[in-house]
């Protein structure tokens, strides 16, 4: 540990002095085991040079690992007035490396606020953490990569391989632009107050090029027809949008959880092609 750790108080007594009771409606669930907040920077990789900006840091417990690991910056965005001061004290330990902006993440580009190399790691506020990764997947390339805890259910689905219950449009949409890798488990014991599943990290690294040539909007629509009925066949769920599998060499009988990324770009390729 660090002497700026050492100097540091226990984050129980800062929740304490700073009356810092989680908010059911901010999806606040405190991380607090040092521990572990250590384990998701490890889990980013090398952050020397790399400016960091971590969404919902709450009092700060992610906020020093990412600290202590190295980032040359740490822009933590919170909306939770409450919160700034504690994070203010942090800032005041580590000059000039961290910087707390106050505001809503969901009216903030990440990408704007730190200049590259840049991560995004973040434990997630539960409510808005599906939201803020399709956002910031649309500038995917600016980053060099994102380290985000989610509910385990959501991690599933973006780790989904084709054929699987947990296949569906966020993980075509992850896996088109991203190699996603799960670093691991979190039990909700973890937290404070425990929420009522486990959570996960999961490491995106954007590709240097999309899996395959698509625009993002096609394909969003292509997803949309397919999972949004995706008990029915192709032939079927994607009826509303004109469009024929079987003129790419697709089945037409097959389900949506049965195409590949790939494939799915071709379907949006199509989409586009027919104006």
Not at 54 to 78: K, Y
Not at 107 to 129: Q, S
């Amino acid at each position: 540990m660090s002497r700026d750790q050492e100097s540091l108080p226990p984050l129980r007594q800062v929740i304490a002095r700073h009356g810092l009771t989680a908010r059911r409606k901010l999806g606040q669930h405190f991380l607090l085991d040092l521990n572990l907040t250590a384990r998701i920077a490890r889990a980013a990789g090398d952050l020397t040079s790399t400016n960091v900006v971590e969404v919902g840091p709450g009092p700060g417990g992610l906020t020093r690992a990412l600290l202590a690991a190295g980032a040359a910056q740490v822009v933590a965005v919170e909306r939770d007035t409450r919160c700034i001061a504690a994070l203010a004290e942090l800032a005041a330990v580590y000059p000039g490396r961290l910087r707390v902006v106050e505001g809503d993440a969901q009216t903030i580009d990440p990408a704007d606020l730190v200049t590259p190399p840049r991560r995004v790691v973040a434990n997630l506020p539960y409510n808005i953490g599906v939201p803020l990764l399709l956002s910031w997947l649309g500038r995917a390339a600016d980053y060099a990569g994102l380290t985000l805890m989610f509910q385990k259910e959501v991690a599933d689905r973006l780790a989904a391989r084709p054929g699987s219950k947990d296949y569906g449009r966020l993980s075509v949409m992850a896996q088109w632009l991203c190699d996603v890798r799960r670093e691991f488990n979190v039990d909700r014991r973890a937290f404070t107050p425990p929420p009522k599943i486990a959570s996960s990290v999961v490491t995106l690294a954007p590709r240097r090029r999309p899996l395959a040539v698509a625009e993002m909007a096609d394909l969003e629509r292509v997803t949309a027809a397919a999972f949004g009925q995706r008990r029915k066949m192709l032939r079927s769920s994607l009826k509303s949008l004109d469009l024929d599998p079987q003129k790419l060499g697709l089945d037409a009988t097959a389900r949506a959880e049965e195409l590949t990324v790939e494939e799915f770009c071709a379907l949006a390729r199509a989409l586009a092609a027919a104006g």
